[in-house]
C-alpha cells in the first residue's frame, strides 16, 4: 500500500469532520451488513445490492464469495477513492496551468499595445506655473522628477509636458513632501511650518539623459550667487556669531591675556544679550 492510499485509508476509517468522504454512510452500512453473520450469503446480495450500486457500479449478484468481506469493500473504496482524488488534483494543475498561461498571453500582449495616454479637460493657453526638472541620477533614464505648486494634478502637468514639449507621461505618481518646524529669524521662539512642497515623477516612452556638469560656472554666475547667500545668512546672525566676530573676540581674548587692555563690563542695553566692551 502507498502512502497516498494509507493516508486515504485512514481518513475512511478517522472521519473528518469538516471534509468527510463521500458515500461514508453507505460503507458504513455495507460494512455493517456484511459483518452480520447471522445472515446466508444469499441474504447478503440482497441487502447489499443497492450498495454495491451505489459505491462501485456493481452488482452483488455477479461478486463471488470472497467480495463480500469488509476487507475486501474497504479495499475497494480506497483504491476508488485515490483515483478521484488524483483526478481532483490533474484538474485543479490543469486549470491553473491554463490560467498562468492566459495571464502570460495578456501580458505579453500589454507590453506590445501602445499605452493610452488619457489627458485632463481644462484649457490653459497662458500657463503660470513654475515647473522645476530635478536632477535625479538615481532614476531609470526613463523617469523624471519635477517640483511642481502644491495646486496642480496629473492631468495638468501631462497635458504640460504634451502640449509644451512632445514628453508622453504614461504613468505620474506624486506625493507631498511636508516641512520640519522652524522658528523665525526675527522673531525666535514664534514656531511655524514652511509651506510644503509637492514632486511628480513620470514614466516617459523613450529615455532622457541628462548632460554631464560643465567645467566651469562662471558664464552662469555661480560664484556671486554662493557669495550673495553666504552674505545674506552672514547678516541673519545674532552679534557675536557672524563670520569675523570669531577672529575679532579672539584677538582681544589675546591682548587681554597679555595685560594690554582691561576688562570693563558695559552698561549699556547691549549688555542683555551677552555683549562687552574692553577699554583700552
Do not use: C
Not at 491553473?96 to 507590453?111: C, D, P, V
Not at 569675523?244 to 591675556?257: C, P, S, T
Amino acid at each position: 500500500m502507498t502512502r497516498t492510499t494509507a493516508r486515504i485509508a485512514s481518513s475512511v476509517i478517522t472521519v473528518k469532520a469538516n471534509r468527510p468522504p463521500p458515500n461514508l454512510t453507505i460503507l458504513r452500512k455495507l460494512e455493517k451488513a456484511l459483518a452480520n453473520d447471522k445472515l446466508s450469503l444469499e441474504n447478503k446480495k440482497w441487502i447489499t445490492k443497492p450498495y454495491y450500486q451505489a459505491l462501485f457500479k456493481l452488482s452483488s449478484q455477479n461478486l463471488a464469495s470472497e467480495q463480500f468481506s469488509v476487507s475486501w469493500v474497504r479495499q475497494r473504496y480506497v483504491e476508488q477513492e485515490t483515483a478521484r482524488r488524483e483526478r481532483q488534483a490533474a484538474k485543479k494543475v490543469d486549470v491553473i496551468n491554463h490560467f498562468r498561461e492566459k495571464r502570460q498571453r495578456e501580458k505579453g500582449l500589454r507590453a506590445l499595445a501602445t499605452p493610452v495616454i488619457r489627458f485632463g479637460e481644462k484649457e490653459v493657453f497662458l500657463p503660470k506655473a513654475v515647473i522645476a526638472l530635478l536632477r535625479t541620477p538615481n532614476l531609470s533614464p526613463f523617469q523624471a522628477r519635477f517640483h511642481v505648486p502644491l495646486n496642480f494634478s496629473k492631468f495638468d502637468l501631462r497635458d504640460y509636458l504634451y502640449h509644451g514639449y512632445g514628453v508622453k507621461a504614461i504613468n505620474i505618481t506624486s506625493y507631498v513632501e511636508q516641512q520640519p518646524v522652524q522658528d523665525h529669524v526675527d522673531a525666535p521662539r514664534r514656531w511655524f511650518r514652511p509651506t510644503a512642497k509637492k514632486f511628480m515623477t513620470i514614466d516617459m516612452d523613450s529615455p532622457f539623459v541628462w548632460p554631464e556638469d560643465p567645467k566651469s560656472w562662471a558664464p552662469w554666475g555661480k560664484k556671486e550667487k554662493d557669495e550673495e547667500v553666504e552674505r545674506n545668512v552672514d547678516e541673519a546672525r545674532e552679534p557675536g556669531q557672524k563670520k569675523g566676530d570669531k577672529k575679532m573676540l579672539k584677538n582681544q581674548a589675546l591682548e587681554l591675556l597679555r595685560g594690554k587692555v582691561q576688562w570693563e563690563p558695559t552698561r549699556s542695553p547691549l549688555q542683555a544679550h551677552g555683549e562687552y566692551k574692553i577699554r583700552v
